[in-house]
């Protein structure tokens, strides 16, 4: 575990959801995410620590997404469209926007596909991290649908026997 999320004895604080959720919406707004987008980028985030994912949270990640929204590596307010679509697929090109935003519109999309034609699915691509995977399947169960999220990555993981990174950690969640 990150030395950052052990704590000893009663050295913490103890924070309610319903706050947590107004201070990191605030702060996603203050770097210029718009309302909605905030609040769904703070239930990606709250969603995963609530889960126990706490690599994916607020303690670890809102840090890092608030700099990346400041220097413009994330666009905080991207033009994201749907650069081809069918009854059954869509593809988007997300404008370097915040995945925590735009991957919970993508599942929407393809939700709505499945309601329509029994199999939805939309891939994102000049989109920036996504947080928890597992966020995105489970936005499926409410509507009796399976869902699937998976990503690439860069290579990060060293193969037995090398000294190089090579493989990605390339997450699937369903």
């Avoid at 004895?9 to 707004?29: A, P, Y």
Wanted: aromatic share 6%.
């Amino acid at each position: 575990m990150l030395e950052r999320f052990s704590k000893k004895g009663d050295d913490f604080d103890i924070v309610s959801e319903d706050k947590l959720r107004v201070v990191v919406r605030d702060i996603f707004q203050e770097v210029g995410l718009p309302f909605e987008d905030a609040i769904i980028a703070t239930d990606v985030l709250v969603t995963a620590d609530l889960r126990g994912v706490e690599t994916h949270g607020v303690s670890n990640l809102l840090r890092s997404y608030v700099q990346r929204l400041r220097d413009g590596s994330i666009n905080a307010r991207p033009e994201w469209k749907i650069v081809n679509e069918t009854a059954t697929t869509a593809n988007i090109d997300a404008d370097r926007g915040h995945g925590i935003v735009i991957c919970p519109k993508a599942m929407d999309i393809a939700i709505e596909k499945a309601r329509s034609t029994g199999v939805g699915m939309v891939t994102v691509g000049n989109v920036r991290h996504m947080g928890m995977a597992a966020y995105y399947p489970m936005m499926a169960l409410p509507h009796d649908m399976i869902g699937v999220a998976m990503t690439s990555s860069p290579p990060t993981v060293v193969p037995t026997f090398a000294s190089i990174p090579r493989f990605g950690t390339n997450p699937i969640a369903v």
